[in-house]
């Protein structure tokens, strides 16, 4: 099976799950709609991944025009069930982010109609939300976030963490804990990228 990273499983597993509801091939523009994603030019690089893969194909030979599943896949390279488990996630000091390692079932409702992955939460920082050590957070993917947030926000492009997002100006981004006993932190918007928000929680009391 081809490898893909996570997005562009979601991106492929976007097309294959809705291809019957498609009136005609969406386009790149659509695509960024449905996916929450505010690049294009990201957008584009993943959909040009696909394509060299063999997964997909431009309408009649044109990005703009939409682009579709190409057959053979369609009938013989399912991808796996479920949706990505990506790893552990820091509710706490940052941790490196990691990369998927399976996939895991969840219900319906703990998860958007658009893309999502699964983390197990390391860490006490969340606690007074509610989010404790060993939790399995349900994120849906998208770069953006209202304030108030819980996000997964990557850090100089090399930690992860889950906390509370408050964008507070052009200058300043403070990723704030959910425990009284804990300080938030403060970047540079340069320094952190949004990659999901909250939408689902699960947890184990075995």
């Known amino acids: 099976m081809t ?15 809705n291809a019957d509801s498609f009136a005609c091939a969406p386009s790149l523009d659509e695509l960024c709609v449905h996916l929450g994603m505010a690049s294009r030019g990201s957008l584009y690089k993943h959909i040009m991944a696909l394509i060299n893969a063999g997964l997909v ?4 030979g044109n990005k703009q025009a939409g682009v579709r599943l190409t057959l053979p896949y369609e009938a013989e390279d ?4 479920g949706l990505p488990f990506i790893g552990s996630i820091a509710a706490g000091k940052p941790i490196e982010a ?13 998860k958007t109609n658009k893309p999502c992955y699964v983390l197990q939460v390391k860490g006490e920082s969340m606690i007074d939300a509610g989010i404790y050590d060993g939790d399995w957070v349900v994120i849906e993917q ?9 996000v997964v926000a990557l850090i100089e492009n090399t ?16 990723l704030v804990p959910a425990n009284v006993s804990m300080s938030a932190f403060t970047y540079h918007p340069e320094q952190v990228q949004i990659q999901g928000v909250l939408v689902g929680q699960m947890r184990s009391y075995r």
Do not use: C, W
């Open 3 to 17: 490898v893909l990273t996570r997005r562009q499983t979601e991106i492929y597993n976007y097309l294959r799950d």
């Open 57 to 60: 194909e431009p309408f009649a």
């Open 78 to 81: 399912e991808l796996p069930d």
């Open 98 to 110: 990691l990369a998927t390692v399976g996939y895991m079932a969840v219900p319906d409702a703990l």
């Open 142 to 150: 998208r770069d953006h976030a209202r304030n108030g947030e819980i």
């Open 159 to 174: 930690e992860a963490t889950l906390k509370y997002i408050d964008q507070q100006s052009s200058e300043k981004i403070m």
